[in-house]
């Protein structure tokens, strides 16, 4: 199958008719335009890499973008795009062929496909979502054991993922909001004259909803989940945190109360005679008093900084 490829003139694409027979075409743009009667800059959602997702009537085709699946739908053919892809080529076509073949009578062509764009983007979302959580519950299993840069990294990356994955499912749920609440948009869902019931698109629409929405709530849920996850380890660190820095200030405080005890000592032990150092009992108080001196200090200290909430 030939990769998508676009240029000023020119895009390459699957022609699929109304009996699923599907040919690689070569069609030039203004050749789109006339037949569906439309403006070069319609095709815009088709050609461009960076657009939103879109659902939208214009001129007498919709124009269908899900960044991976993008589709021009007659009311008889589409024209399905991007089939470089081997998920669009290998899964998406071959169900819309055998959707397309197999269709009840008096389902419209243009549902069908958009029926099937909208089950192969659901699929995704909901594999990408599985594949989101399993990366996300290896990763939180790992942190209850280690706490490593490396994991925490791996966390950062699965979070991004989701975020993405949230803001994806929210767009696409948003496109298909705006249609069911506005009637003249879903008129504009049929080629061709639009009938009084529209039970049967709203009805696609609606399951689909459904299920963006329950995807997008177990997104949040597990994004909760990480988020509470987070903020127990940064408890758990400002605790080791404050641990260490309380270790450290207990063992700066004897070092000052032994370097006070150092003074004095170092009085005693210059080469000056005084004939106290001659007195062993003397040395017996003196020693016995720094001693005391230094329990009393670690005594004082200690209260001082529970009164002052330090420990």
């Given at each position: 199958?030939?990769?998508?490829?676009?240029?000023f003139?020119?895009?390459?694409?699957?022609?699929?008719?109304?009996?699923?027979?599907?040919t690689?075409?070569?069609i030039v743009?203004?050749?789109?335009?006339?037949?569906?009667?439309l403006?070069?800059?319609?095709?815009?959602?088709i050609?461009?890499?960076?657009?939103?997702?879109?659902?939208?009537?214009?001129?007498?085709?919709?124009?269908?973008?899900f960044?991976?699946?993008?589709?021009?739908?007659?009311?008889?053919?589409?024209?399905?795009?991007?089939t470089?892809?081997?998920?669009?080529?290998?899964?998406?076509v071959?169900?819309?062929?055998?959707?397309?073949?197999?269709?009840?009578?008096?389902?419209?062509?243009?549902?069908i496909?958009?029926?099937?764009a909208?089950?192969?983007?659901?699929?995704?979302?909901?594999?990408?979502?599985?594949?989101?959580?399993?990366?996300?519950?290896?990763?939180?299993?790992?942190?209850r054991t280690?706490?490593h840069?490396?994991?925490?990294?791996?966390?950062?990356a699965?979070?991004k993922?989701?975020?993405?994955l949230?803001?994806?499912?929210?767009?696409?749920?948003?496109?298909?909001d705006?249609?069911?609440?506005?009637?003249?948009?879903?008129?504009?869902?049929?080629?061709g004259?639009?009938p009084?019931?529209?039970?049967?698109?709203?009805?696609?629409?609606?399951?689909?909803?459904?299920q963006?929405e329950?995807?997008?709530?177990?997104i949040?849920?597990?994004?909760?989940?990480?988020?509470?996850?987070q903020?127990?380890?940064?408890?758990?660190?400002?605790?080791?945190?404050?641990k260490?820095?309380?270790?450290?200030?207990?063992?700066?405080?004897?070092?000052?109360?032994?370097?006070?005890?150092?003074?004095?000592?170092?009085f005693?032990?210059?080469?000056?005679?005084?004939?106290?150092?001659?007195r062993?009992?003397?040395?017996?108080w003196?020693?016995?008093?720094?001693?005391?001196l230094?329990?009393?200090?670690?005594?004082?200290?200690?209260?001082?900084?529970?009164?002052q909430?330090?420990?």
């Amino acid at each position: 199958m030939q990769p998508f490829k676009t240029h000023f003139f020119n895009m390459y694409c699957l022609h699929i008719d109304d009996f699923g027979k599907a040919t690689e075409r070569t069609i030039v743009r203004r050749e789109l335009t006339q037949q569906f009667d439309l403006h070069i800059r319609d095709l815009r959602p088709i050609s461009s890499l960076r657009q939103m997702p879109t659902i939208v009537r214009r001129g007498k085709c919709l124009v269908i973008n899900f960044r991976s699946v993008k589709l021009i739908v007659g009311k008889d053919e589409a024209f399905v795009f991007n089939t470089e892809s081997e998920k669009i080529a290998e899964d998406f076509v071959p169900v819309l062929i055998n959707r397309i073949i197999s269709r009840e009578e008096g389902a419209r062509f243009e549902h069908i496909v958009l029926d099937a764009a909208l089950v192969h983007m659901l699929g995704k979302t909901l594999d990408n979502f599985e594949k989101a959580q399993r990366l996300v519950e290896r990763v939180l299993g790992l942190l209850r054991t280690q706490q490593h840069d490396e994991i925490f990294e791996k966390l950062l990356a699965a979070k991004k993922k989701l975020s993405k994955l949230a803001k994806n499912t929210r767009e696409l749920n948003e496109i298909l909001d705006e249609i069911l609440d506005d009637n003249e948009e879903i008129s504009d869902m049929y080629l061709g004259k639009a009938p009084k019931e529209t039970d049967d698109l709203e009805s696609i629409l609606e399951n689909v909803v459904e299920q963006l929405e329950d995807t997008s709530n177990r997104i949040d849920e597990l994004d909760e989940n990480i988020d509470d996850t987070q903020e127990i380890l940064t408890l758990k660190l400002s605790s080791r945190r404050n641990k260490i820095i309380q270790t450290d200030l207990i063992l700066t405080s004897m070092t000052a109360v032994l370097a006070f005890l150092a003074v004095v000592t170092g009085f005693f032990g210059m080469n000056i005679l005084n004939k106290v150092e001659a007195r062993f009992d003397i040395f017996l108080w003196i020693l016995g008093g720094l001693f005391l001196l230094s329990i009393a200090s670690g005594i004082v200290l200690r209260y001082w900084m529970k009164k002052q909430k330090i420990m």
